[in-house]
């Protein structure tokens, strides 16, 4: 089955950068599209940045485009989310998922992913 382990979080301060990691096993990753969501205690989670199979194509969510950049490298089945310039407001937990692509270049809607890590924390200070 699908499992999907994250890394890389940790507290930082406004202003800072993380990278976080995501190795992904148990299915074909290069068949799938893979999302970073993120969740803050009291809110819904939300979607944060997506990639196709090939890694040809990206979708960010407006609160973090131009800071955040999503990438995969499929020989090693492992998916990355580089945080730049981190807000307070960045501070959640931050989940990898996965969903089958309906095509190269086409991801489903952030609502389609169905399968999902553990999380690892990002705490970001003032």
């Known amino acids: 089955q699908v499992q999907l382990v994250e890394s890389g979080g940790g507290s930082v301060q406004a202003g800072g950068s993380l990278r976080l990691s995501c190795a992904a096993s148990g299915y074909r990753y290069s068949n799938y599209c893979m999302g970073w969501f993120r969740q803050a205690p009291g809110k819904e989670r939300e979607g944060v940045a997506s990639i196709s199979t090939g890694g040809g194509s990206t979708n960010y969510a407006d609160t973090v485009r131009g800071r955040f950049t999503i990438s995969r490298d499929n020989a090693k089945n492992t998916l990355y989310l580089q945080m730049n310039s981190l807000k307070p407001e960045d501070t959640a937990m931050y989940y990898c998922?996965?969903?089958?692509?309906?095509?190269?270049?086409?991801?489903?809607?952030?609502?389609?992913?169905?399968?999902w890590g553990h999380g690892t924390q990002v705490t970001v200070s003032s």
């Open positions: 998922a996965a969903v089958l692509a309906p095509g190269p270049w086409r991801c489903p809607p952030w609502n389609a992913y169905n399968d």
